[in-house]
């Protein structure tokens, strides 16, 4: 398994992240714990939905050397000022740590090799634990990067998924379906422990199920797009992350719109991975707040 590069990591840097009602004075206490620990603020990003009471979500990234030594302290004075005092929900991010990930894949390989590539460049802060697979055929190939490849036939759905969660136990902070074109249980979901970000061709819910751009044509459709998100027991209901789309025509085959959405697939995956790894993202009910 190859590190991660090291053009994405923020030495002695991290992030913290705060939600929950707003009021008055969270901004004041956040800055001024950072202030007594020696933190120096590079990043704020805040947004209140209703000043009057709604709910308020906060992204700060720090600068403090020997984050790792003065992590305990600064945690416990957090807990006290924002848990206890304004009864708010938050995290530590070290981003000097890249997240651990494994990636879930079938037999299309553009969303996976295209993270492989952008990790191996280090325009993502991640590692890749491992690639799972329903399918043998991206062996060689994932293997041919160093990462190691687990190939899981899913005929017996209950004992795939136990042997998924076996592999996954402990390794992994999140887990990215690369065009996996499997639907996962409730108790999977349940057991994994760790956010699941999934890519879906189209914006949800239209085209369902196999073939999409052929039924993109048949309907002739004006524009093709994708759509990042966590994955909920709710079948692509789970809050999203990320969209986009291209503009096509009468003209595109069918061939090039299942060119074209690959292409806009592999960004919006991406993008979405790289926020979450970010620790840009805060989920809100059924709906995310991206910094």
Known sequence: MRPAPQSMLLPHHASLVVHGR???????????????HGANIVALDQHSDDPA?????QRTVFRLDNYVACHPALEADLGAALAEGFELQWRLTDLAVPRRVAI?????????????????????PMTISM??????????????????????????????????????????DLVVLARYMQIL????LAGVGVPVINIHHSFLP??????????AKERGVKLIGATAHYVTEDLDEGPIIEQDVV?????????????????????????????HCQDRVIRHDRQTIVF
Not at 162 to 172: S, T, Y
Not at 185 to 188: A, C, K, L, R
Not at 247 to 261: K, T
Not at 267 to 274: D, E, P, T
């Open 104 to 124: 879930f894949a079938s037999k299309s390989d553009h969303c996976l090799l295209d993270l492989i590539w952008r990790q191996r460049r280090g325009e993502l």
């Open 22 to 36: 707003d009021q008055p004075g969270i901004v004041a206490v956040v800055t001024s714990v950072l202030a007594r």
């Open 131 to 172: 690639v799972v697979s329903n399918h043998p055929d991206m062996a060689e190939d994932v293997r041919g990067f160093g990462i190691p490849f687990f190939y899981v036939p899913t005929g017996d759905r209950a004992a795939a998924e136990a042997e998924h969660l076996r592999l996954l136990q402990g390794n992994v």
């Open 247 to 275: 503009r096509v025509s009468h003209r595109d085959s069918g061939r090039e719109l299942a060119r074209r959405g690959a292409d806009v697939e592999r960004q919006v995956l991406a993008r979405a991975v790289l926020w």
């Open 185 to 188: 249980s409730s108790p999977f």
């Open 206 to 215: 239209a085209f369902i199920g196999a073939a999409p751009y052929r039924k």
């Open 53 to 57: 009471g709604g709910a308020f979500f």
